[in-house]
């Protein structure tokens, strides 16, 4: 069976077999992807136009919502156009592309809120050590090792997931997931993968105790500030990130804590689309109704002739705008 998938590939889990209905899915997944990949790639261009935003937060926050496009990118296209051209069938090289970077930056997302976490502790709790202890390259390692890490984990399941021989190429999902294609397994083989697994998920789990136990101690912290100003924003760009890690860490483990045979059909793509859609989706919302910050820069970002003036006057003068705009020298 093994050759045979890899020349037919994989039969993904359909939506729906009414045309209606498959429409109606291309259509809301079309909508929600718009809003993901739009409302992450806003908060890319805040970020990299407003200079006041170039601090370690942002950029752990940067790399964050581009770990987000990529997540739905992965998955989502391949499904809309499954649907509009009534064709469930992946084949077997896009899956393994699709468990590669789905991994790729599913592990790197929650390696990016655990950084997020030490971030910031170390600014509300040690002030005064912050530009010591997270100098730029001290940041800009933690980014690099973060996605190195992650591209050694994609790797790793990905060849664990595809060393294995298939009895079936019918896949209960609407991409292509590890747990899903190990249940199709017919070779011992697939114990490996199990164990890679239960190891990712022990580790998911240790971040997830990371960033609950740095947060206690955050909150500590910022009951003892003086201010309340300072208080309130030290919460404005905590609760955000606390926000964002519940979202993901739960909708994932509402995916992977029950046993994919005793679940229906329509169960698994439910649960598919709550961790695999959703969080990516809701980031850039939580993010940018809780910082005031963003809010500012997104202000800023939105408004022309702000823009204008902060683009030099030569630049301006090649992209043809008028002259009221250009700077006064």
């Known amino acids: 069976m093994r050759n045979l998938t890899l020349t037919s590939g994989f039969l993904l889990l359909e939506f729906s077999q009414i045309r209606e209905l498959q429409i109606l899915h291309f259509f809301v997944f079309l909508g929600l992807y718009l809003i993901t990949v739009i409302g992450n790639l806003l908060i890319i261009f805040v970020i990299a136009l407003d200079h006041h935003l170039h601090i370690p937060m942002y950029f752990f926050l940067m790399n964050l919502a581009i770990s987000d496009i990529g997540t739905v990118s992965a998955i989502g296209p391949k499904s809309m156009v499954s649907s509009i051209m009534n064709n469930s069938h992946i084949s077997y090289g896009e899956c393994v592309t699709q468990v590669f970077f789905f991994f790729l930056f599913g592990c790197s997302d929650l390696i990016l809120l655990t950084i997020m976490a030490h971030d910031r502790y170390v600014a509300i709790c040690n002030p005064l050590q912050y530009e010591v202890i997270m100098n730029k390259g001290a940041y800009i390692e933690m980014i690099t090792m973060s996605w190195i890490t992650s591209i050694l984990y994609a790797v790793l399941h990905t060849a664990g997931t595809f060393s294995i021989t298939f009895c079936s190429n019918r896949v209960d999902q609407f991409f292509c997931e590890i747990p899903q294609l190990l249940k199709l397994s017919c070779s011992d083989l697939y114990i490996v993968e199990v164990g890679l697994l239960a190891f990712s998920c022990i580790s998911a789990f240790g971040c997830f105790v990371f960033i609950i136990v740095t947060y206690a101690w955050i909150l500590t912290g910022v009951l003892k ?63 940018s109704m809780r910082n005031k910050e963003i809010q500012t820069a997104l202000r800023k970002l939105l408004s022309l002739k702000h823009f204008c003036d902060t683009v030099p006057g030569y630049i301006q003068k090649s992209l043809g705008f008028p002259r009221i705009f250009l700077p006064r020298s």
């Open 225 to 287: 500030m003086p201010s309340e100003q300072g208080r309130h924003k030290a919460l404005s760009t905590c609760l955000p990130h606390l926000l964002v890690v519940s979202l993901l860490m739960f909708t994932g483990l509402f995916a992977y804590i029950r046993s994919p045979s005793n679940s229906s059909s329509g169960m698994d793509l439910v649960f598919g689309v709550i961790y695999a859609i959703l969080p990516p989706m809701m980031n850039p919302f939580i993010y």
